[in-house]
């Protein structure tokens, strides 16, 4: 009976989403007129009926798609600026001499906003463009801006993917001039000590040395520093010539539908940052992508892992650019250069998904198995939570599955993922074990702001539209040695997870 009335539900209405008739006008009032105190009352509020319409796809061809598809450069850089433009007025608070964000009871304002009317940037839903020109009065004055200056410099916003020390802090400190120094040093070293060089990745790499250091705990290169020149060329020759045997083939009628999927994908991935709307860019998302999909058949090309091969773009790139990344045109590199980050980041990322592949595969057993682990942990950690998700039937796997599907880079700006994963990579079974820790510590940063959620829908807009837009390499590191401490005290004592 449960299975005919979920059906029902889904076949209500077979409009598609989005779209009224053409004598009626949407009637935005009555979605705050009554909030859902359940799930099951959540679900018979909701008109929305996710019909899928396949005729839509059936003039696919393996062809890419017209470059007017993709937005472009220009299109991008203006979308963020009004994207600025409306978040001035709370930078005006988030300038608090005493802290770098506003509380977050005041950052939650955002998801107050008609979800019809907003869009998602990393996590959070912000004014759709449509309402940008009437909203220009709000924006603050010279003055009003110069009397908010913050006592520290203000971390970029959505679209900035440098960290601090890349983008206007201040100078380096003796502190980090040091640890640059001792990352040389290790790294010009005829066989590097990669135990020593993770450890002192674990509290960050710094920008200069991050794509070597990267390829080396990653183990796409080996320690000894003569031989990373001859392992480099081999495998970046091996990578093209996957090329040249496969990518012919996208074409075909067996991998016509995970092409499709893939050419969906990527210029959803990130799309606020102009870097990942060029088509160069989105090319080369697309042969990695392939390329992986069909020599890894029992998993094949999954939703999100479009998203894993981001960071190691960005980083290899940032080895040749000194500029801001994020505006900068990856087809002024010589073809060599572009063709080195390409097979790089390829390679780097099947290093990662090597550890995680069961995510991907059938039914996904790993992130189910992950998703249960959190929540049994949750209710060790933090019973108050817990009970408060089932007092209100949420279940961890309508917000973690992302978490773990997306490793977190859907709730966490691009600079922190990059921060992020830094440690990952530094720890052993960073991206599998440690990854679980990091969730949970996540889940508790914002534990005041759930137990004040008192009904299903608010609770689930909140765990899927966390409010760090702000965030940058502190607060990513104060995550992480809460994770660590939770890793400490749990992960060698599988009793304390019994009730």
Request: charged residues 25%; hydrophobic residues 35%.
């Amino acid at each position: 009976m449960a299975t005919d009335n979920r059906i029902n539900f889904w076949r209500r209405n077979p409009k598609v989403p989005g779209r009224y008739p053409k004598d009626t006008k949407p009637k935005f009032n009555n979605l705050k007129s009554k909030k859902a105190c359940s799930f099951h009352e959540f679900a018979c509020s909701t008109n929305d009926a996710w019909d899928i319409d396949d005729e839509e796809d059936e003039n696919f061809c393996g062809t890419p798609f017209p470059a007017s598809f993709a937005p472009s450069v220009e299109e991008t850089t203006a979308s963020v600026h009004n994207q600025k433009l409306r978040h001035q007025k709370g930078d005006t608070e988030s300038a608090l001499p005493h802290s770098l964000t506003p509380p977050r009871n005041e950052r939650h304002g955002l998801q107050k906003d008609n979800p019809s009317e907003c869009e998602r940037v990393n996590g959070k839903f912000v004014k759709s463009s449509s309402d940008a020109d009437l909203n220009t009065s709000s924006v603050r004055s010279p003055l009003q801006k110069q009397q908010s200056l913050p006592v520290r410099p203000i971390i970029p916003l959505v679209a900035r993917i440098s960290d601090q020390n890349a983008s206007g802090a201040p100078p380096m400190t003796v502190r980090e001039k040091s640890r640059l120094d001792k990352f040389k040093q290790l790294l010009a070293s005829p066989n590097t000590d990669l135990e020593e060089l993770r450890k002192h990745s674990w509290s960050g790499i710094p920008r200069e040395v991050r794509p070597i250091t990267w390829r080396l705990v990653s183990g796409y290169l080996p320690a000894n520093k003569e031989r990373r020149e001859l392992v480099l060329k081999r495998k970046r020759e091996e990578y093209f010539g996957f090329i040249e045997q496969y990518y012919h083939s996208r074409t075909d009628e067996h991998y016509k539908d995970t092409y499709r999927q893939i050419h969906i994908d990527i210029p959803r991935t990130n799309p606020l940052i102009p870097l990942f709307q060029q088509p160069a860019v989105q090319e080369v998302f697309e042969r990695i992508l392939f390329i992986w999909a069909i020599r890894h058949p029992a998993s094949g090309y999954v939703q999100g892992i479009n998203d894993l091969v981001t960071p190691f773009f960005v980083v290899f790139l940032s080895e040749f650019v000194t500029e801001d990344v994020e505006n900068f045109d990856v087809a002024a590199l010589p073809l060599e250069t572009q063709r080195n980050i390409e097979a790089d980041s390829f390679w780097c990322m099947s290093k990662l998904l090597d550890g995680i592949q069961d995510n991907y595969t059938f039914a996904q057993p790993g992130i189910q198995n992950k998703v249960k682990a959190l929540e049994e942990l949750v209710s060790r950690i933090d019973a108050d939570i817990h009970n408060h998700f089932k007092k209100y039937e949420v279940e961890y796997l309508q917000f973690a599955f992302r978490w773990m599907n997306n490793l977190l880079m859907r709730e966490l700006p691009l600079r922190c993922t990059i921060r992020l994963w830094d440690t990952y990579q530094a720890e052993a079974e960073g991206f599998s074990h440690f990854h679980l820790y990091v969730c949970a510590a996540f889940l508790m940063e914002w534990r005041k702001e759930i137990l004040c959620m008192a009904d299903f829908q608010s609770l689930l807009m909140l765990l899927q539209n966390l409010p760090t837009i702000h965030w940058g390499n502190e607060e990513v590191g104060l995550l992480l040695a809460e994770a660590y401490r939770l890793k400490y005290m749990f992960a060698d004592a599988p009793s304390h997870y019994k009730r």
